[in-house]
C-alpha cells in the first residue's frame, strides 16, 4: 500500500471504540492494557511486556503462536495500540505473519502520535543494532484518540518533544519559533493547541515519507540526531529522547564545523527548555564502533544530516574517519 493513502483519523471523527470488534486482534502493552482496560473490553487483546528490551524476536514468536492459536487469518486486522514499540511490533508481525496481514494503529505516546506510527517502517533489534530487522509497508489506518495521553508518564511527554523539536529544526523554522515561547507544562494545559501541534507533525512527517517512502534522499532528514542517538541509546539504556536530544546537539556542532550553521546554542537552548540533555560522556570507541554499523552507512562515509540553518536540514556525506575525529575531539 502507497503511504498516500494511509488515512490518518484525528479525534474529532472517531474514538477508539469505533474500532471494528469482529476479525480484529489489538496489540498493546501491559501498562496500557492496565491503566485503559475498559478500552480493550470485548476486543482479543494480545498484551506484550512494556519497554524497548522486547522489542526482539522471541516477542515476534509468540505473537505469532497466539494468532494461529487463536485461528487468525488473511482476513484478520491487527491493531497495535500503544508507542513505537507495540507499533513497531504490530507492523512487522502483521507484515509477515501469513505473508501479510492488514494492520493498522492507535498511537498512545506523543511520541507514536508525531513520529514512529507514521511512514510504515516497522521491526525489531538485535542485540545493540535498533531496528536492524524490519519491513517498510503502509498501516491501513492511523487512529489518534488523545484520550491516552491522559496517563502518559513525564519522561514520555520528552521523548515526543524530542521529535518535534528535530521536526522544526528540519524543516520548520516557525514551528521552532513556536516552541521557543512554550514549554511541556504549557502543551500539557492548552489542550487544543497541543492537538493543533501533534496534527501538524504528523502531517509534516506523512508529507516527507509520502514523497519518499524507501528513504532514497529527503526521508533520510528525519534522521536528524539520530545516528548518533541510536548508537548510544541501547548501549547506555537512555530512552530514545533523551539519546536523539544528544544526538542533535552533537549533530549541531558538526553542521557549525562544515556548513558554518550559527544557531547551535538556539537548539540546545529549547532541548533544555524541553527538559531534555543535550551532553553526555561516553565510550568513544565502543559508541563509533556501533555508528558506523549504521544501517544509514555506506563503505567508508556516512549521510549524517545536518543543519545549515534552523528550519533546513542537510543530508551530509562525511568520511568515517572525519566522524571518528570530530567525535573524539568532542
Ligand atoms: P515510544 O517508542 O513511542 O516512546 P514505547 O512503546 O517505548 O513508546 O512506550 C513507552 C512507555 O510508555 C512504555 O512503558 C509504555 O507502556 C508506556 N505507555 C505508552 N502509552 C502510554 C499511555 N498512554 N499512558 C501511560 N503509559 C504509556
Ligand atoms: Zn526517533
Not at 60 to 84: F, M, R, Y
Not at 116 to 129: E, F, H, L, T
Not at 178 to 191: D, F, G, N, R, T
Request: hydrophobic share 40%; aromatic share 10%; with cysteine.
Amino acid at each position: 500500500m502507497n503511504t498516500n493513502h494511509t488515512k490518518i483519523t484525528f479525534p474529532h471523527n472517531a474514538g477508539f471504540s469505533s474500532l471494528q470488534k469482529r476479525n480484529t486482534v489489538l496489540i498493546t502493552d501491559e501498562n496500557i492494557y492496565a491503566l485503559h482496560s475498559k478500552k480493550f473490553k470485548n476486543y482479543q487483546t494480545i498484551v506484550l511486556k512494556a519497554g524497548e528490551q522486547y522489542k526482539i524476536q522471541p516477542t515476534v514468536d509468540n505473537i505469532i503462536e497466539q494468532l494461529i492459536d487463536s485461528g487468525a487469518n488473511k482476513t484478520t486486522t491487527l491493531i497495535g495500540v500503544g508507542g513505537g514499540v507495540v507499533t513497531d511490533i504490530t507492523g512487522y508481525v502483521a507484515s509477515i505473519y501469513m505473508r501479510g496481514i492488514n494492520f493498522g494503529f492507535v498511537p498512545t505516546t506523543l511520541l507514536a502520535l508525531v513520529d514512529a506510527s507514521i511512514g510504515g517502517k516497522n521491526g525489531i533489534d538485535v542485540g545493540p543494532y535498533k531496528n536492524m530487522i524490519g519491513t517498510i509497508n503502509q498501516p491501513e489506518f492511523i487512529l489518534h484518540d488523545y484520550s491516552f495521553l491522559t496517563t502518559l508518564p513525564k519522561v514520555e511527554w520528552q521523548n515526543g518533544f524530542a521529535e518535534i523539536i528535530k521536526h522544526a529544526c528540519i524543516k520548520d523554522a516557525s514551528m521552532f519559533n513556536e516552541l521557543q515561547s512554550h514549554s511541556v507544562a504549557y502543551y500539557q494545559k492548552k489542550k487544543q493547541l497541543l492537538y493543533v501541534l501533534i496534527e501538524k507533525n504528523a502531517i509534516l512527517k506523512t508529507t516527507i515519507v509520502a514523497k519518499d517512502v524507501n528513504e532514497n534522499g529527503e526521508r533520510k532528514l528525519l534522521n536528524f540526531g539520530h545516528t548518533l542517538g541510536h548508537a548510544l541509546e541501547n548501549q547506555y539504556c537512555l530512552s530514545h529522547g533523551h539519546a536523539i536530544s544528544i544526538g542533535m546537539s552533537f549533530a549541531c556542532e558538526l553542521s557549525e564545523k562544515i556548513w558554518g550553521f550559527k544557531q547551535t546554542n538556539s537548539v540546545i537552548g529549547l532541548l533544555q527548555q524541553y527538559e531534555l540533555p543535550t551532553r553526555m560522556s561516553f565510550d568513544k570507541e565502543k559508541v563509533f564502533n556501533v555508528l558506523k554499523m549504521d544501517k544509514k552507512s555506506e563503505i567508508n562515509a556516512i549521510k549524517y544530516i545536518l543543519l545549515k540553518k534552523i528550519g533546513k536540514g542537510i543530508i551530509t556525506e562525511i568520511d568515517l574517519r572525519e566522524i571518528e575525529n570530530f567525535l573524539a575531539s568532542y
